[in-house]
């Protein structure tokens, strides 16, 4: 358990400076995570309709800083 909480706080740590780093970062993690949405509902069974806005792929409003 000790282990485990160890790993999350560095792991955020981690997150924490790469976004101060480059602020791209957080793009790059809403793509991973509208990927990953898209992967499992793409396996489903189910019918889902989302736009978008809600799948988190409006990749157009991303303002990506190259400094």
Known sequence: MLRNSKGEA???QLIGQAIANNK???A????E???DI?????KSQNR?????????????SF????K
């Open 28 to 31: 790059l993690r809403k793509i």
């Open 24 to 26: 791209s970062f957080i």
């Open 48 to 60: 889902v309709l989302l736009n978008s806005d809600e799948l988190l792929l409006n990749l157009q």
């Open 33 to 35: 995570a509208a990927r």
């Open 38 to 42: 898209a992967q499992t509902i793409g």
């Open 10 to 12: 560095k792991s955020a």
């Open 63 to 66: 303002k990506l800083d190259t």
